[in-house]
């Protein structure tokens, strides 16, 4: 098959390791099929709109569609103010876009991600001759943070008459100041702390951010985001198949854009699930517990929970080590029991696996899937994990992991603590979590599924 993939660009957040779509497209390619990349949303300074074609282990087409990008930025989405920019393509943006469908001529479209591709623009790809696949890996398509969570509160499950995107957006970064603190966070990470360069670079990057606000002070209307949020719905319902890669994520949808009969629910695996290594238990019960975090850096992912949950346990002199990994928090716990390791690679993962007894993952958001939890799953780490992450549903509630309800204010701490207290009960799930779970997929194994869902969407379209 020749598959056209459209994504907001190439750019992993781990650095050097390749991001979910680059490992699908480059396994695709080895497997026979022609593969191009259209990548629609990457950070540069220049508004305007070019592309630029490079041929290396496939086609990838550039095309900077400068002013839509949806602020998924460290410390939490703050979402767009440009929800028109999401909705209608301008002249020169969609003469491009057919001329690279023109000059490829696929067989299918992978649609990977919506950032900077305008609903309309999907719409009417869906309602040409050639099949389309949209991969929902976030809910930028009906949430102009991709979060479904507005700051400080709970998540967002808001009917489109009822939305407040507004407040939630008003704090937005535009585009040429979050290219500019995006560059500054990148700096200030590989900067030593406490340092005069790290102090000042920090300085610098928060005038930024307060300039920006004061410039900022017009609202945008809430009939702009109500909108982009019914025409979302209609543009999904024209795609031939939407793949959410959770249950979880698929009943959102559904919720929040009416009844949709092109899903079909796929776990997403990334390449890092391919190795799958026992963990060893642990050798005496004097050992303080080691609980890790992954990418746990903001309040949706529930940075502020486990804060709470690991005082409360400092108080009762449990003994516990809590290894944060991935972009720091804003706010940190001063402790000798809590380590701040910051980013780390793919690379990183069998030793970050070695070390851990739990891997925590406390979202309060409808958290599509959770990749983290399949990576430390696969190495045989247990997790202990909230009913809002997709994830949730490899877990075997006290079997091979915990789920626990972030809507109930003790619920984690009381599973932690019920770990420290039942030694018996620790063993069992350390126990359960090293033998490979079934519906864990290998890379190769999610590949053919992938291959399986794109024949049957070309098949579909052809009988319709």
Not at 104 to 113: A, E, K
Request: proline content about 6%; glycine content about 6%.
């Amino acid at each position: 098959m020749r598959i056209l993939f459209i994504t907001g660009g190439l750019t992993s957040l781990r650095g050097k390791s390749n991001s979910y779509q680059e490992s699908l497209m480059e396994k695709m390619s080895e497997r026979g099929h022609e593969i191009a990349c259209l990548c629609m949303a990457e950070l540069s300074l220049r508004p305007w709109m070019h592309w630029k074609r490079t041929d290396e282990r496939f086609s990838i087409y550039h095309l900077y569609n400068g002013g839509v990008y949806p602020g998924v930025y460290p410390q939490g989405g703050v979402g767009t103010r440009s929800p028109q920019l999401e909705i209608d393509p301008s002249i020169k943006l969609r003469r491009l876009v057919f001329q690279i469908i023109h000059e490829f001529s696929p067989d299918l479209i992978s649609i990977q991600s919506l950032f900077g591709l305008p609903l309309r623009m999907m719409e009417e790809i869906a309602q040409g001759p050639i099949p389309t696949v949209f991969t929902a890996l976030d809910y930028f398509s009906i949430c102009p943070t991709a979060h479904l969570f507005p700051p400080e509160e709970k998540p967002c499950r808001l009917p489109a008459q009822q939305l407040t995107c507004d407040q939630c957006c008003s704090q937005t970064l535009h585009y040429v100041p979050f290219w500019v603190t995006h560059h500054f966070d990148q700096w200030i990470d590989h900067c030593s702390n406490p340092s005069f360069l790290r102090s000042t670079l920090c300085r610098l990057r928060n005038i930024v951010i307060r300039v920006n606000r004061l410039w900022n002070k017009k609202s945008v209307h809430r009939e702009g985001y109500i909108r982009r949020r019914e025409i979302a719905s209609e543009s999904l319902k024209s795609l031939t198949v939407i793949q959410p890669i959770s249950h979880r994520q698929a009943e959102v949808l559904q919720e929040l854009t009416g009844r949709l009969s092109n899903i079909r629910v796929i776990h997403a695996h990334p390449v890092s699930t391919t190795k799958i290594t026992s963990q060893p238990l642990p050798s005496s019960t004097q050992r303080p517990l080691r609980f890790v975090a992954l990418n746990v850096h903001a309040p949706y992912k529930g940075s502020e929970l486990l804060n709470s949950v690991f005082r409360e346990l400092e108080k009762k002199q449990y003994p516990f080590e809590l290894h944060f990994y991935g972009a720091r928090p804003e706010n940190t716990i001063s402790s000798s029991q809590v380590h701040y390791h910051g980013r780390y690679q793919e690379s990183d993962l069998d030793s970050i696996g070695s070390d851990a007894d739990f891997l925590l993952i406390p979202s309060l958001w409808d958290e599509t899937l959770g990749f983290v939890g399949l990576e430390m799953m696969a190495r045989g780490v247990p997790l202990i994990v909230s009913q809002l992450a997709g994830v949730s549903e490899f877990v075997k509630n006290w079997e091979t992991g915990f789920i626990f309800d972030p809507h109930q204010k003790d619920s984690l701490l009381q599973i932690i603590e019920e770990l420290f207290q039942n030694e018996s009960l620790r063993q069992k799930i350390q126990q359960n979590a090293s033998i490979p779970n079934e519906s864990l997929k290998t890379f190769d194994q999610h590949v053919t599924e992938i291959e399986e869902m794109f024949r049957g969407a070309v098949i579909q379209k052809a009988s319709n």
